[in-house]
């Protein structure tokens, strides 16, 4: 049983910046992919980050590549999403998720096992 913290939402002008954090239980963190999706109201979750186990690949999706770094250290069981330039579109909730089976598909997510609770991101235009 993995469980997952994230921390550091709010509200935030456009064009403003934003870093979540993900603390993890893991004693064996750095077995697990990491990601970060979100949700709007009404949508469906999507997508937004993943890192590898030792941090060496990084993917993300479209919408905010060039924006958004995701990043971990694995000494303090912890994974970082820094927010650049946000837009209103970037308002959701966001979550951090693990999986111990990495796939390659990370921007589906089934594979993850692990769920944080969620921290809520609004962006004001």
């Known amino acids: 049983q993995v469980q997952l913290v994230e921390s550091g939402g709010g509200l935030v002008q456009a064009g403003g910046s934003l870093r979540l954090s993900c603390s993890a239980s893991a004693r064996t963190f750095n077995m697990y992919t990491m990601g970060w999706f979100r949700q709007a109201p009404g949508k469906e979750r999507e997508f937004v980050a993943a890192?590898?186990?030792?941090?060496?690949?990084?993917y993300y999706a479209d919408s905010v590549k060039g924006r958004f770094t995701i990043s971990r250290n694995n000494a303090e069981n912890s994974v970082y999403l820094q927010m650049n330039s946000l837009k209103p579109e970037d308002t959701a909730v966001y979550y951090c998720?693990?999986?111990?089976?990495?796939?390659?598909?990370?921007?589906?997510?089934?594979?993850?096992?692990?769920w944080g609770q969620g921290t809520q991101v609004t962006v004001s235009s």
């Open positions: 998720a693990s999986t111990a089976y990495d796939s390659g598909v990370y921007y589906n997510p089934a594979q993850y096992d692990y």
């Open positions: 890192i590898t186990r030792s941090g060496g690949g990084t």
